[in-house]
């Protein structure tokens, strides 16, 4: 439910880092964690919705989608986790910190040449 | 191609009102937790029972937040504190400057401890910051006890849980020790109380719990 507004977030940053007589929008680079509570597909579908018959109409939500990656307090490594266990994968602790998977950030903005 | 290269985070805008709020709440001395679960958890009888055995011990305000309806701030308004409502006409999670605004109504009122009700909700209210101190997630046994494996991004930024009406346990197949071993999977560091609103069961441990936190922040 809240792709919306987080869609329309996206809209507002894009629209203020345009220069002044901008060629057209042609994709927005997005990253977003697993673990940001967004679903990618229902963000696309309404960025592609607010952005229709606007100055942005046909500009692509580029997603990157960021794996939940964790480091283990007690022997250092590093595992991807793919189901919501937060457990090392080389020593099985739960003594982890979360290094990646929050994100949901914008990153480029590329235009038509 | 050009590329314009930004960085920056999309919420970004509630994060520095959430910061400005936490700023001010620390100014204030206020200890400040943000309460967030499905709806029909018992978030506001949490609040009640939280104001009713906290007597003589410590002051609370709270924010109301509800799609529709003041009908919690009416409850709360009956134990005599503090309390605002906030109505979100639909919005699914509260933001940082619907809190900024609600706590402009509180701003003179003396109290020690803001209880901030979230939308009853697991899924968006985890990507909005507040301003509070620590997140607290309330979990009924009704709810099933792999809830915390469905919603893992809010029981992963919450401090605390609160396993709600375990009177209700001999009456149910949730296996209360596979809901906490599943929620300490996703977070270790839970600080978890298990109580019942109905009988007040363990919530002299919840308050003691708050006490040692207030004038902290």
């Known amino acids: 439910m809240h792709e919306l507004s987080i869609a329309q977030e996206i809209i507002n940053i894009v629209k203020t880092s345009l220069p002044d007589g901008h060629q057209k929008v042609k994709n927005v680079k997005i990253r977003v964690g697993k673990l940001s509570g967004v679903l990618s597909d229902s963000l696309k579908f309404c960025f592609e919705s607010i952005i229709y018959q606007t100055e942005l109409e046909g500009a692509l939500l580029v997603i990157e989608e960021i794996p ?8 250092n490594s590093i595992s991807i986790i793919d189901d919501p266990f937060f457990q090392c994968k080389n020593c099985q602790s739960f003594d982890v910190q979360l290094i990646s998977g929050k994100e949901l950030e914008i990153t480029e903005i590329e235009l038509e040449d | 191609m050009p590329v314009i290269t930004i960085e920056r985070k999309v919420l970004e805008k509630n994060d520095v009102i959430a910061n400005q709020n936490r700023e001010k709440f620390k100014s204030k001395n206020l200890f400040v937790m943000n309460f967030v679960s499905s709806p029909g958890s018992g978030k506001t ?9 906290s007597r003589g011990k410590f002051k609370i305000g709270v924010i109301e937040g509800d799609v529709q309806t003041n009908l919690d701030a009416e409850r709360v308004n009956k134990f005599n504190v503090p309390v ?15 809190v900024r605004d609600a706590y402009k109504n509180l701003e003179n009122e003396d109290f020690d401890v803001l209880i901030i009700e979230n939308v009853g909700n697991l899924v968006c209210p985890s990507s909005y910051d507040l301003g509070e101190d620590i997140k607290v997630v309330i979990l009924s046994t009704t709810e099933g006890d792999d809830k915390p494996l469905k919603y893992p991004a809010m029981f992963r930024n919450a401090s605390v849980l609160i396993i709600n009406k375990i009177d209700l346990l001999p009456y149910l197949d949730c296996n ?30 919840w308050i003691e719990w708050i006490q040692k936190n207030v004038g902290k922040s």
């Open chain 2, 45 to 53: 009888s949490l609040v009640e029972k939280t104001i009713e055995f």
């Open chain 2, 84 to 98: 605002v409502q906030i109505v979100t006409n639909g919005g699914c999670h509260l933001e940082a400057n619907l």
């Open chain 2, 176 to 205: 209360i020790e596979e809901m906490k071993k599943n929620a300490l999977s996703i977070n270790q560091q839970l600080k978890i109380f298990e109580v019942s609103c109905k009988t007040g069961e363990g919530l002299s441990e």
């Open chain 1, 68 to 75: 939940v990656q964790i480091k283990c307090n007690e022997c």
